[in-house]
């Protein structure tokens, strides 16, 4: 009889004390599937809030995102509901990232005091995209990639430029014939069509929840700022403008400002 009771008194103690473990590594996006409480829920993680949805059968799915270089540990993931709080263990492990050289004209590599002023605007334009406000599903995932072709440098590469060190790959490249169509893989609004210095003429399109896709080195545009653009809609041709040696699409993806392996989102199937 007492072996039973502390069986039935184990069910019954709070469920923050279950916590659930959860594996990613840097630049990926989790996705949580799990019950929860009835109730307007909150997760937070890496000092953020990440969306949290519930599906039709009444479980909710919750993301979130790992920048690049999120230091290799385990960090706490906090959900919350009134008085109700859980909380699980995010384990982040470093990633493995090649080493990637280019080779490009002096202009491209070193700046003069004006150039380095227009990059610096180009920058701070894409970061303004990174937190403006856009409703639209509630559910990430996106089913295809915005163009077909090779991919020539992956996420997270350490780029080297005529020999010297820069920032790692925060997208990747995906080489196609000048003038193959670009289309999006995810519904949004556009945030941003610009003919930037190293990034080429480049479209930025928020799809909701801090998430925004950015398109880049495009031969041109055919999206204005402010338009709504459906999923698999054409926004662009493949091209070579900006810092580039041949034609290819840079497409990179940031949630919530973090830097994020677009595969890692290719990857989840659509949620109900």
């Not at 990926?28 to 953020?48: A, Q, W, Y």
Request: glycine share 8%.
């Amino acid at each position: 009889m007492k072996t039973m009771l502390l069986i039935v008194s184990t069910f019954l103690l709070p469920a923050s004390l279950f916590a659930a473990q959860y594996h990613v590594t840097q630049g990926d996006v989790l996705t949580i599937h799990r019950s929860m409480p009835e109730g307007n829920i909150t997760l937070e993680c890496f000092g953020k809030r990440w969306p949290v949805s519930r599906g039709k059968n009444g479980n909710v799915w919750a993301w979130i995102g790992v920048d690049l270089k999120t230091k290799a540990k385990s960090y706490p993931i906090i959900w919350t509901s009134g008085s109700w709080r859980a909380e699980d263990q995010l384990s982040v492990s470093k990633g493995e990232f090649r080493i990637s050289h280019i080779t490009v004209d002096k202009k491209m590599a070193v700046f003069d005091k004006e150039t380095l002023a227009h990059i610096r605007s180009d920058q701070r334009m894409l970061k303004n995209s990174y937190t403006a406000r856009v409703d639209a599903s509630p559910f990430i995932h996106l089913t295809n990639m915005p163009v077909t072709g090779i991919e020539s440098t992956p996420f997270g590469a350490q780029r080297y430029v005529n020999g010297e060190p820069r920032s790692p790959h925060s997208g990747i490249d995906i080489a196609a014939p000048e003038g193959t169509p670009v289309i999006t893989p995810l519904a949004g609004k556009v945030l941003v069509v610009s003919n930037m210095y190293l990034n080429g003429n480049t479209v930025a399109i928020g799809h909701g929840h801090g998430l925004v896709s950015v398109f880049s080195h495009l031969k041109s545009a055919s999206v204005k700022e402010g338009d709504w653009i459906d999923r698999n809609k054409p926004i662009g041709e493949v091209g070579k403008t900006g810092r580039a040696t041949g034609p290819h699409l840079h497409w990179g993806i940031r949630f919530q400002k973090a830097r994020i392996n677009p595969y890692s989102i290719l990857r989840q199937k659509k949620q109900e």
